[in-house]
Nanobody, 123 residues
Framework: QVHVVESGGGLVQTGGSLRLSCAAS????????MGWFRQAPGKERELVGA????????YYAESVRGRFTISRGNAKNTMYLQMSSLKSEDTAVYYC????????????????WGQGTQVTVSS
């Protein structure tokens, strides 16, 4: 079993920055990827970016490339999502997810999910 916890959401003004944290524990091997997803009201859950922790390989969705940065934490199976130049359309619940199939764009590719953290960008 894998346990996933994310934290760091909150309210920020347009153009501001926020950092989210994710920590996964349990039976995780080098095939596992960690992903950041978000879901806005009335919209489907979408991949923001993902990390293949064992080799520090990162993937970003086009909508956030250049504004969001994923980094690997010092502790194994931890990662951060640094969000900068935030826009109102970034408002969503952000989820950390973990799965054994490498980096997957589809949420079905991840087996374990955190509880989600709200990010609200106000103008």
């Amino acid at each position: 079993q894998v346990h996933v916890v994310e934290s760091g959401g909150g309210l920020v003004q347009t153009g501001g920055s926020l950092r989210l944290s994710c920590a996964a524990s349990g039976r995780i091997d080098n095939t596992y990827a960690m992903g950041w997803f978000r879901q806005a009201p009335g919209k489907e859950r979408e991949l923001v970016g993902a990390l293949l922790w064992s080799v520090d390989y990162k993937y970003y969705a086009e909508s956030v490339r250049g504004r969001f940065t994923i980094s690997r934490g010092n502790a194994k199976n931890t990662m951060y999502l640094q969000m900068s130049s935030l826009k109102s359309e970034d408002t969503a619940v952000y989820y950390c997810a973990v799965g054994p199939r490498g980096i997957q764009v589809d949420s079905a590719g991840y087996d374990y999910w955190g509880q989600g953290t709200q990010v609200t960008v106000s103008s």
